[in-house]
C-alpha cells in the first residue's frame, strides 16, 4: 500500500458539502423510466477492445424508478457487422457472449472546473468493472485527459477501487498516470454490508487541483502542475479544457477478470449526476465583439448560424453545436437562455442527433441555421433548420422541422421537405412558367443565356414538381401574427419569401422569388415602423464577404437593393462574419442587434460571434457600426 494513500486513509478527510459555496448547474436524476435522455446521453456500441467477451448494447442501459441501471448480462450475441474478412477488428468478432452499456455526454453535457458527484450502486460480482470516467473534449487519448472518479476491478485477482487521472506522453496511446487503488477489503472491513449500498463518488476541480474522494474521503488528489502532456499532446494540459462524463459498465478482460456466468445477470445502479460550479462573483458587464463568449459553466457559447426568441421573461438562444474536426452535426441544436442578452446559461441540447442510421437526423447529417418560433394559437414552440442528408454533400437542400412544448425542448423531429412542390411563385410571370430550356442554355453556367435563363426561373421550373430547394435559411413573424420562411433557393442563387400554415408547421403555397440570380445567403430580417429590412451575405462558402442590405414596404415587396450597411473595419468583410439573426430588444423602441458568426473552418467549436446593435441614420437607414465592446442593456438608453 502507497504511504501516501496511508496517509489519507488514516486522515480520513471529511468535507462537508456546502450549499452556499457552489451552485448546482446540472442534475441528470433519471427520473424518466424508459431508454436513456438522447439530448444528453450517447451510447457506445461495438466490442470492448481486448475485450473476446463483451458487446455494449444501448438497451442495457434504460431508467427506472429514478435509477439508471445498466445491466450486465450472460449471452450470446450475433455480431450484426460480422465480416471474417474485414480489417476492423470489431466485425472479425462473430459473437459475444456478455453484454453490458456505456454511456456518455460526449458534447451535450460538458464541464471545465467544478464539483461532479455521482451517487451510484456499483456491481463487484466477478468479471464486472464499472467506472465513472470523464475524458477531455480535444485530442485522442491519453492527451485528453482521463479522471477516473470511480473504477471497480481486479488487479492480480484482487478487487480495488481506484481513483486516478491519466495524460499523455510521446508514446501514442500510452498515458502518465496518477494512480490511486485501495483494496476493496478496506470498505468492507469498515462496513461489511457496503457492497448493498449507495456511495457517493465526488470530483473536485479546479485550476490547480482535481480531488476525487468516496463519501466524502479523499482517495486521490492531483495537482495540475503534473499534468502537462508531452510534445504528442502540444504540450498541452488536458484538464483545464471541458470534460464530459462516462457511465460504463465493461465485463472481463484484463482488468475485470473471467466472470462467473452464474453470478449474472448484474446491475450497476446510479441515483443521480450532480455538477457543482462555484458561484461566479463576477458576471459578465459586456459583450466583447468577436472574442470567447463564456457561457455560465465558463464555456465558449456553442450556438452557431442561430437564433434568439424571447418568451416569458427569458431570452432563448438557439443554434448549431459545431465540434473541432467537423462542420456536419455531430451532437445537435442547442439551446441558452439569458435575462440580459450578455450572461447565457447552457440549457442543453433542444433538438439531438440520431444514432440511428435510417434517420435523417442522424449524427453526421448537416443541420444549419436553426430558427425558433413560438406559435401562441397551438401554445409550441417550433424548430426549422437547413438540413442536408449524410453522406449527400449539399445535394437535399430540404428544411427540417421539429416542435415543443418548452422553449428548451426537447424539440420533437417531424420530418423535412423541400419547399411548396407543384406550386409556382406568385412573381413568376404566367408566360414564363411553361419555359423548356435547352440543354445548351442550362449546362452552360454563367453565360450571359444562362444568366438570363436563371433570372427567368429556369431553376426554379427544374424544381417545381420535387418543390424548392431550401437551404440558409431563417424565420420572422410578422406584427399581424403571419410567419415566414426565408431561404436561399434555386442552387442558392435565388432568395425565396413562403408563407407559412398558421400552426407555422408548413407552407401555406405562397411564395415570391427575390433578387434572381443575385446569390444571397444567411439572410436576416426585421421590420421597424413600416418598412421591412434584410441583410444578407453573397455566397463564399465559408469565408466572410460583403453584406448585402435590402427594403420592402411590404413582407411580398418591392425589395429594393441599399449599399453595405457595414462601417469600420473589414466592412467590407462584415467584420469577417456572416449574418444570421436580427433579434430584437424588449421594451425598447427601435432596439435591433445584428447577429453574425465568425466562421472558423478548420476548428468550428472555436467560431465567434459579431453581434452589433442596428443603429439608425437621419434619414432612418440603417448601419452597422464596428464596436468592440456594448451592453445592449444600454446602449440603446443613449
Ligand atoms: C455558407 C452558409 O451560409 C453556411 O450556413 C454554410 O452552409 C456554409 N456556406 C457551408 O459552406
Known sequence: MKRTFLFFLLTSFLFPVSSQEWELIWEENFDVDGVVDSTVWSNEYGFVRNNELQWYQPQNAYCKNGLLIIEGKHKKVKNPHYDVNSNDWRKKRDYASYTSSSINTRGKQEFLY????????????????????????????????????????????????????????????????KSQAIPFQKFLEKDPNWTDKFHLWRMDWDEDYIRLYLDNELLNEISLKETLNDKLGNYKNPFKQPHYILLNLAIGGDNGGEPNPEEYPIQYQVDYVKVYQKKSPTKLTKIETG??????????????????????????????????????????????????????????????????????????????????????????????????????????????????????GPFKYIGSSRVNPGIYPENLPKSYRNKVYPESISSNWWTPKWRKAVEQGMLNLKDIKEGQMSRDMTLFIDTDGKGYHIYSSEENLTLHIAELSEDFLSHTGRYIRLFPGGHNEAPAIFKKDKTYWMITSGCTGWDPNEARMFSAPSIWGPWKQHDNPCIGPKAELTFESQSTYILPIQGKKDAFIFMADRWKPHNQIDSRYVWLPIQFDKKGKPFLEWIVSWNPNSFFDK
Open 291 to 408: 472574442e470567447l463568449w463564456p457561457d455560465n459553466r465558463g464555456i465558449h457559447i456553442n450556438a452557431h448560424g442561430g437564433g434568439v426568441i424571447f418568451h416569458e421573461g427569458k431570452y432563448y438562444w438557439y443554434g448549431e453545436h459545431k465540434s473541432s474536426h467537423t462542420s456536419s452535426a455531430q451532437v445537435g441544436i442547442t439551446c441558452y437562455s439569458s435575462t440580459d442578452l450578455v450572461n447565457w446559461t447552457y440549457e442543453g441540447v433542444a433538438l439531438a442527433v440520431s444514432d440511428n442510421s435510417e434517420s435523417e437526423i442522424v449524427k453526421g447529417s448537416v443541420m444549419e441555421r436553426p430558427k425558433v418560433i413560438y406559435n401562441s394559437k397551438t401554445n409550441k414552440f417550433v424548430l426549422w433548420f437547413h438540413l442536408e442528408l449524410k453522406g449527400k454533400g449539399y445535394s437535399a437542400a430540404r428544411y427540417g422541422t421539429a416542435i415543443s412544448d418548452k422553449p428548451t
Open 114 to 177: 467544478g464539483r461532479i458527484e455521482v451517487k451510484a450502486k456499483i456491481p463487484t460480482q466477478t468479471g464486472a468493472w464499472p467506472a465513472i470516467w470523464t475524458l477531455g473534449r480535444e485530442m485522442e487519448w491519453p492527451s485528453n485527459g482521463e479522471i477516473d472518479i470511480m473504477e471497480y476491478y481486479r488487479i492480480n485477482g484482487i478487487p480495488h477501487i481506484l481513483a486516478n487521472a491519466a495524460w499523455g506522453t510521446n508514446q501514442r496511446y500510452h498515458a502518465k498516470w
